[in-house]
């Protein structure tokens, strides 16, 4: 459908670069982003999405068919299955106009596909790491390093647990010097500021190594 | 013209005995749970995806146009649809968030969007797309609407 009332591109219509026309209403016209929250299953993700959204954390649900779809491990997933997949999302209103949505992603390994339409067009990732248990956000990890997007690692400072130097978590990662790793508290709202700011920060960095 | 998917068809649907018990509207559906999927089918007319499959990403914003709620009523349309525009009418909402608040699955709200869209009921804002270099603006724009939180 072609005719304008349909659809207004936030920015510089669907397909074309960013930055090089100039935006329809105010400075980014209505426009949405989102960043992922992503980690092994318990390690804050939903506690960090409703810490830093202006909304109670909401809950969608996508029905997915399976058949047909890249799965990169189909085990214990029967073919032609319909699937529910559930994903946590809080809202951030940066400005009028200016909406950031933070999606925690479904649990891992079963629901790559997902993973891939949720990260198409992020700004970036936070993946939440619990010391106890670091090998959790290694596939989360890897799936950013693979796609080239930016994200952060922070590690999510459980009451009672021992506290690690940010350097030994990043040695255990083996990440590379660029990407951030923050300590924090997933329940608090500063803390899950100061990592989005530290993620916006790192990819703005990256453009900027990018441009030259 | 009456609605196909009106509450008098469904009503004249054999109960799916094989899949009692019936969940109750706010129950979650998971897995195996989410039990007679035919339902949500049968709202949306059979139909899997929207005409536009593109346009409904989880964060277009979607607002309802000038009046809608009142065209709305010279289109055959479903309770459902009516539930979209009403939560839409004031400001705009992700696709997401009408999937959360109607309590339908995003696949649902994208086909029953595709409707509303076709009868010109709604304005559909893609999101911004981030090309592989991200403007440094924006970038910056984001950053300081987070300071300021």
């Known amino acids: 459908m072609a005719s304008a009332h349909s659809e207004t591109s936030a920015l510089t219509g669907t397909d074309a670069p960013t930055g090089t026309e100039p935006a329809r209403q105010g400075p980014w016209g209505n426009a949405a982003l989102k960043i992922l929250v992503a980690g092994g299953f318990g390690v804050g993700k939903t506690t960090l999405v409703g810490a830093v959204s202006e909304i109670r954390p909401l809950r969608t649900e996508e029905q997915l068919s399976e058949l047909g779809r890249p799965v990169d491990d189909t085990h214990g ?46 700004l970036g990732a936070v993946v939440l790491a619990d010391t106890r248990r670091l090998a959790d956000c290694f596939p989360s990890v890897d799936f950013f390093e693979r796609r080239g997007i930016p994200f952060v690692v922070a590690v999510n400072c459980f009451e009672g647990t021992e506290v690690h130097a940010p350097q030994d978590v990043r040695a255990a990662l083996d990440l590379d010097p660029q990407v951030p790793v923050l300590l924090c508290d997933a329940r608090s709202r500063e803390d899950g500021k100061e990592l989005l700011i530290r993620l916006v920060e790192h990819a703005a960095d990256r453009v900027r190594a990018a441009r030259g | 013209m009456s609605e196909p998917m009106s509450t008098e068809d469904a009503a004249t649907e054999p109960v799916p005995d094989l899949f009692a018990p019936r969940t109750p509207v706010d129950d979650r559906w998971f897995d195996d749970d989410a039990g007679p999927v035919v339902r949500l089918f049968s709202m949306t007319g059979g139909r899997a995806r929207p005409a536009d499959d593109g346009l409904f990403d989880l964060i277009s914003l979607v607002t309802a146009v000038a009046g809608a709620e009142q065209e709305a009523t010279e289109h055959p349309l479903a309770p459902e649809h009516h539930a979209i525009l009403a939560l839409c009418r004031d400001e705009p909402l992700s696709v997401a968030e009408l999937g959360s608040y109607t309590d339908l699955p995003v696949s649902v709200v994208r086909v029953l969007l595709g409707d509303l869209n076709d009868a010109r009921l709604v304005d559909v804002t893609r999101p911004v797309q981030l090309a592989q270099l991200p403007d440094e603006r924006l970038l910056r724009d984001v950053i300081n609407g987070l300071r300021a939180l």
Do not use: H
């Open chain 1, 77 to 122: 997933v029967e073919a032609k299955r319909t699937t529910t997949v559930a994903m946590d999302f809080g809202r951030i209103d940066l400005r009028p106009g200016l909406a950031l949505y933070l999606f925690g992603t479904p649990g891992q390994d079963r629901f790559w596909f997902v993973w891939d339409e949720l990260a198409r067009g992020s």
